[in-house]
């Protein structure tokens, strides 16, 4: 199955400090998909990224795919002691039967002090 | 999170006994996923079907099973549970591909084997 590697596993921020998390396969990828998960909560769809060299940006939000669509990044701005939570990327395979078969990073934890 | 429901929410079991955990959509989506979530691990995938009738292994399905008689339903059984198989439990359906695949999560289930 596809592998993705996602750093760092944890992040602490003063809230108003930025964050980035990373996604990284070593094949190329069809799409990758970012879920946020709560505290005690189930994982939550953010976006979808198809394209090659995709950006797109939701509020505070930013998503992007690699040119060579083996990385993506989440960048959130002046983080919100309401962005606390574990976020994840997963790809999944985009043909046949594997459709629905998501494979998720390890997740980034990230906690906010106000 | 309203379209998929999962039961029970908690659930604490001896070694060597079996349960079912039941998953319920009300979306009408075609395929269904069983997730298990361990401190660290990321999600990782146990079972999944495509459709009424329709079911194949993920990445961890040892001492699980699923069936799939109906759209609506996805049950995961534990045969003999381990202290292993201690766990959160999520049930995902998946948006019709031509819409995109994006996958909605179950509240979980938190399971505890002793």
């Known amino acids: 199955g596809q592998q993705v590697m996602q750093i760092p596993q944890y992040q602490h921020v003063q809230e108003g400090e930025d964050f980035t998390t990373y996604c990284n396969s070593s094949?190329?990828?069809?799409?990758i998909q970012w879920y946020k998960q709560r505290p005690g909560g189930h994982p939550v769809f953010l976006i979808q990224?198809?394209?090659?060299?995709e950006v797109k940006k939701q509020k505070r939000l930013t998503f992007q795919f690699g040119e060579a669509k083996k990385n993506s990044s989440l960048h959130i701005t002046a983080t919100q002691t309401t962005d606390v939570g574990t976020y994840f990327c997963?790809?999944?395979?985009?043909?046949?039967?594997?459709?629905?078969?998501?494979?998720f990073g390890r997740g980034t934890q990230l906690t906010v002090w106000p | 999170n309203a379209g998929v429901t999962q039961t029970p929410k908690f659930q604490v079991l001896k070694t060597g006994q079996s349960m079912t955990l039941q998953c319920a959509q009300d979306?009408?989506?075609?395929?269904m996923s069983w997730y298990r979530q361990d401190p660290g691990m990321g999600l990782r995938l146990i079972h999944y079907?495509?459709?009424?009738?329709?079911?194949d292994q993920g990445e961890v399905p040892n001492g699980y099973n699923v069936s799939r008689s109906t759209t609506e339903d996805f049950p995961l059984r534990l045969l003999s549970a381990a202290p292993s198989q201690t766990s959160v439990y999520f049930c995902?359906?998946?948006?019709?591909?031509?819409?995109?695949?994006?996958?909605?999560f179950g509240e979980g289930s938190w399971l505890t084997v002793v």
């Open positions: 997963a790809v999944s395979a985009d043909r046949g039967s594997t459709l629905g078969r998501l494979y």
């Open positions: 094949t190329t990828l069809s799409n």
């Open positions: 990224l198809v394209k090659s060299g």
């Open positions: 979306m009408n989506h075609e395929y």
């Open positions: 079907s495509v459709g009424a009738g329709i079911t």
């Open positions: 995902a359906t998946l948006r019709d591909r031509a819409l995109g695949n994006t996958i909605y």
